[in-house]
């Protein structure tokens, strides 16, 4: 039987992943582990990513470094992308 996958049609090569359901590499209980696609692995991770980005980009501008881009472009930027997700998801 082939998996079915939401994101991208088989058969196409899929890397598979392992995730850490509470974003702690050191956690490797079997509760906390999921095999995921790269894909989804990178969906599920997609919030996290953005939090721990945001959290470098401010230790960044508090140690006074230059930034490349305004940060406030960027969030506002990301705040548009995950309305229009959300709107397609509910259509």
Known sequence: ??????QRPLPQPVVLTVAHLNHTPEDCGDDNLRAMCQGCHLHYDRDHHAATAAATRAAELSAGMDPLFDIN???NTAALAEAEREDSDDN
């Open 1 to 6: 039987m082939r998996p079915q996958h939401p």
């Open 73 to 75: 472009d960027i969030l």
